[in-house]
């Protein structure tokens, strides 16, 4: 059914039900995503597309738009929330964009730059958070994971369906884990699938980094934003 | 009553160290020591990192030579995958002229800064100067010309190896077994032509050529004191080709004595058994030394000063010119006069310049075979690089378990190979301008500074100070009591 709903005070014209976030984009508003993924299911895991929706936040990848919605996106308030959020996720792991390989590449790294990060308001944790690396491709970089669980939800072992990467523990003390058998039965191109799948770089392929020279690399030839909002060719 | 002496910081070099000279009760000086106080922890960090990302991380030890860093870190990874001069089969033409190349522009840029930032400033105004003057801002005022070519050939240098690592600084490029990227002719003829207000080559070589004129004018001016000032015998170590003479980029270890007989020449795959290192409670740098000589006799220098004295001969016409009126000088024996290693700089700027026309010239540098990818068989799981850093021998030391987790790294650079020198030479220049002087004065101050300077030491491997920096000199008695206090 065709409905109206008006995000920071445009009028806008679409159908009930769809993905706020993709109206948005679709309508030039630019609302930064980290664990949601365009035709797959939603995940909301990491709040970095709050917005105000009729006035409470909300995650944005998972509101429905309805008739008559108003929605607050770049709002100072709703910004800097959104900004807060990001700046949270660095601060909670041990992030070091200056060496990791996903740099250019990097899903949250990109998000940082749209937000306006340059530094975190919140004390650093610096959590020891070991590696796992007995799997023959994979490399998991636990330092760099921001728990978006898209690994989780979405790689799983083409013969027996099992998942390859799953949750241990619980509250704080949650972490990825991965099945090194299921993991060492990837062929390349799922290996390929698991690192692009990850927003940042704690899913590496062992041995391969650095292949794309600095100035070539993903969100330096367009920008999150561009590919979000499918601007001058970019996509995501 | 005896007296210490305390110089903190040192000012224009790389990161934080301090100087304390100790006088006895008639102001003779009795010991005189450089401690870098800052401590860095490299090594230990590393360890637990994929091995693949350890030379990005290294690199970020120094905003300077990181070129260097980043091609000794390569160079090891190269090792633990299979690959390289190591297991014979070397990289491919293109890979490896391409590090040449980054390698020579940080070597040109790098050196231009050190001189002509650093030093020339005490050359044109004299170590007396005041503060104010003596620096790159003074050096502005009273030769805007030279100044003006030297930021264009330094700038110039600076935008090659953003060409070659994609930043200026901490770019990435070297992978393990190969590179990332070769130079595109458009690429290649901007540095060729000079475009984008950029030199040419040929420019960049005839303004190369301007540190030398330099020295040599200031030589002839002042022969006595640039030849007297802490002249300090030691063995000079460089990596050599299998022609013998300096490789900058790849070859063997070799040390020569005061005659120039070859006393040590080995593998730096087998580093471990002929170096070791010393410690000292007061200072954070270690002092590496050739092990069957003992520290006394074994500690070696590095850098421009020891290349010139190991090399005979440099491939490059004006060079080897220039190279040949400084064996000339010392007569064929090795050259130990400190700031002779200015001397020595200006040669390589040249020699730099002049390789960097020889590699844009190369056709391999367009060619896209960049990278060789060995059977996960030929892993080897430890490497060795070593390469010469503006500042002389740089070695990386990795090892890594079978599932590619670096779990030690050794790095010995180019300035705790010089650590003993430096110091030597830091007692030297006490001697000859404090000794049985009640006042500190600022040119005593600095002439220390001077000597150290010299080296172009990377304490920290940090960022070249630029201005005045606070300096401060105290004095003690030897109940550690404040009795004299000079600040600037």
Known sequence: ?236 | MSKKLVIDPITRIEGHGKVVVYLDDNHRVTDARVHVVEFRGFEKFVQGHPFWEAPMLLQRACGICFVSHHLSGAKTLDDMIGVGRRSGSGLTPAAEKMRRLGHFAQMLQSHVTAYFYLVVPEMLFGMDAPPAQRNVLGLIEADPDLVKRVVALRKWGQELIKAVFGKRMHGIHSVPGGVNKNLSAAERDRFLRGEDGLLSIDEVVEFAQDGLKLFHAFHEKHRGTVDGFGVVPALNMCLVGDDGNVDYYHGKIRVVDDAKNIVREFDCHDYLDHISEAVEEWSYMKFPFLKELGREQGSVRVGPLARMNVTKSLPTPLAQAALERFHAYTKGRANNMTLHTNWARTIEVIHAAEVIRDLLLDPDLQSDRLVLTPSPAAWTGEGVGVVEAPRGTLLHHYRANPEGNITFVNLIVSTTQNNEVINRTVRSVADAYLNGQADITEGMMNAIEVGIRAYDPCFSCATHALGQMPLQVSVFDAAGRLIDERLR
């Open chain 1, 1 to 236: 059914m065709s409905i109206q709903i008006t995000i920071d005070g445009m009028e806008i014209n679409t159908e009930e039900g769809r993905t706020l976030v993709e109206v948005a984009a679709e309508n030039g508003v630019y609302i930064p995503t980290l664990c949601y993924l365009r035709n797959q299911s939603c995940l909301g895991t990491c709040r970095v597309c709050a917005v105000r929706v009729n006035g409470n936040i909300s995650a944005g990848c998972t509101v429905r738009v309805g008739k008559d919605m108003v929605v607050e996106v770049n709002s100072a308030e709703v910004a800097d929330m959104r900004k807060a959020i990001v700046e949270m996720l660095f601060a909670e792991g041990n992030h070091n964009c200056p060496s990791c390989e996903k740099s250019g590449r990097c899903q949250l790294q990109a998000v940082g730059y749209e937000v306006g990060m340059t530094v975190a308001r919140f004390p650093y944790r610096f959590e020891k958070r070991p590696p796992e690396f007995a799997a023959g491709k994979i490399w998991l970089e636990r330092d760099r994971c921001i728990f978006c669980q898209r690994c989780v939800n979405l790689m799983r072992d083409a013969a027996s369906g099992k998942k390859i990467f799953s949750i241990s523990n619980r509250g704080h003390r949650a972490r990825i884990e991965i099945d090194v058998g299921l993991a060492d039965a990837m062929p390349p191109e799922q290996v390929k699938q698991a690192v692009d799948l990850c927003p940042v770089g704690a899913i590496l392929e062992k041995r391969i980094g650095y292949d794309e020279p600095i100035g070539q690399r993903k969100y330096e030839v367009h920008s999150l934003r561009e590919r979000t909002l499918n601007t001058e060719g970019a996509s995501s």
